[in-house]
């Protein structure tokens, strides 16, 4: 994982900093207007040759810069995907009793529910976007999940006990 540090720079923002695996330094500067500058840099003390005005980033960097760019977009598209009738966002985080702990993602679909998605499962400070059927999920992972109300709330169900609700479940008299 790349080591990124994070100064805040008063009156302007935020500079998220990391160097590349062949020596080069990137920066991101979040400004609180909400636009961010991208800069590479080097040290005085590292001589003329540093400067650099194109980088190589490996998949782990490149993933952290773009993180660091969109990161704060995608939460706004979110919110905003959010707010359409019929569509629901929910973030479900899985706990050590869940069922899904420990188990391949699968596809929702395969269970019989259609129009229901994972979007992304968050793990510790990376996201695996459209992640595979076969992605593992672990405790504490966070699954975000979209559909309709019903739909998320379903699949929610299954990833705590295993087990669909059905609505002749759901509808049928106690005790029979």
């Known amino acids: 994982m790349v080591d990124v540090r994070r ?26 207007s909400g636009h961010s500058d991208l800069i590479t840099f080097a040290d005085e003390e590292d001589g003329a040759e540093s400067n650099k005005v194109s980088l190589r980033l490996s998949e782990d960097e490149a993933r952290t810069l773009a993180e660091l760019l969109g990161g704060t977009q995608i939460t706004e598209s979110l919110t905003a995907l959010d707010q359409i009738p019929g569509l629901s966002i929910d973030w479900f985080t899985v706990d050590y009793e869940d069922h899904i702990a420990g188990q391949e993602l699968g596809d929702p679909a395969d269970r019989g529910v259609v ?18 059927s ?39 008299p106690p005790g029979g």
Request: charged share 20%; glycine share 12%; aromatic share 8%.
């Open 7 to 32: 100064v805040k720079l008063p009156g302007v923002g935020v500079l998220h900093t990391f160097v590349t695996d062949d020596g080069g330094k990137v920066g991101v500067i979040a400004h609180r």
């Open 115 to 132: 129009g229901v998605t994972v979007v992304a499962v968050v793990r510790g400070e990376s996201a695996n976007p459209a992640p595979a």
């Open 134 to 172: 076969d992605f593992k999920v672990f405790p504490g992972d966070t699954l975000v999940v979209a559909g309709s109300p019903e739909k998320v709330a379903k699949v929610f169900n299954f990833f705590r006990t295993g087990h669909y609700k059905t609505k002749s479940a759901v509808d049928a």
